[in-house]
């Protein structure tokens, strides 16, 4: 089964600040998810990756697959950007049926103006 | 393209009742995945649906049933609901196994 930690729990920043939200597994997978959600309960899909480096605005999302660990960097950040963000990983479907999304316990970001 | 669909918002049951939540897919979409979160947790894989049949399971007991269509729209049943219960339900629909999944607004029982 995987492990999924991401680092750090929670963060507090000022607008316009660098933002890096770090997440490892334990075992080999098929990718990556990035996904933000609200309060009140959305998700959206930010990225899915599994090799190399996913850019969307001033998102940016990294994977190293050797070290079984990913970045998702904001740029440029904006009071708007407040939500969780959250990780998952897609096990490798191996014939025997899928395992789902394994989630990290979230980041709570929060970006002050 | 309208995107995935839940139903109801919330709901309140009282313990030992039955529920069904249903979940309408993204157009083209075959996959569905249902996901329960406790308050403050991440999500946890209840079961994922592939052509109408199961295509695997998380760790939670049968009284967590599901049913996916002929058009792809599913089904959650929860029998003998149990206060820890209580969550947000989320389901996310793909166009196959192991690509993106799009997630619905999901479904927030309260069991009391």
């Known amino acids: 089964k995987n492990e999924v930690e991401q680092s750090p729990q929670n963060l507090t920043a000022q607008e316009g600040e660098f933002i890096t939200i770090n997440c490892s597994y334990s075992?080999?997978?098929?990718?990556l998810h990035w996904l933000q959600q609200h309060p009140g309960g959305g998700i959206v899909s930010l990225f899915m990756?599994?090799?190399g480096k996913k850019k969307h605005g001033r998102l940016i999302a990294t994977i190293n697959i050797q070290e079984k660990h990913s970045s998702l960097h904001i740029t440029a950040s904006h009071p708007r950007d407040s939500a969780v963000y959250i990780c998952?990983?897609?096990?490798?479907?191996?014939?025997?049926?899928?395992?789902?999304?394994?989630f990290g316990k979230g980041t709570h970001l929060i970006i002050q103006p | 393209e309208t995107g995935v669909t839940q139903s109801p918002t919330h709901l309140i049951k009282t313990r030992g009742q039955q529920v069904t939540l249903r979940c309408s897919s993204q157009?083209?979409?075959?996959?569905v995945s249902w996901y329960q979160q406790a308050l403050g947790q991440g999500p946890q894989f209840i079961f994922q649906?592939?052509?109408?049949?199961?295509?695997g399971r998380g760790n939670f007991p049968p009284r967590f049933s599901g049913l996916q269509f002929p058009n792809y729209s599913s089904e959650l049943n929860v029998n003998a609901l149990e206060l820890d219960d209580s969550a947000l339900y989320l389901c996310?629909?793909?166009?196959?196994?192991?690509?993106?999944?799009?997630f619905g607004p999901g479904t927030r029982l309260t069991v009391t």
């Open positions: 157009s083209g979409h075959n996959t």
């Open positions: 998952a990983a897609d096990g490798r479907y191996s014939g025997g049926g899928a395992d789902g999304l394994t």
């Open positions: 996310a629909s793909s166009s196959g196994r192991g690509y993106e999944q799009y």
């Open positions: 075992v080999g997978i098929s990718a």
């Open positions: 649906y592939y052509r109408e049949e199961e295509n």
């Open positions: 990756l599994s090799s």
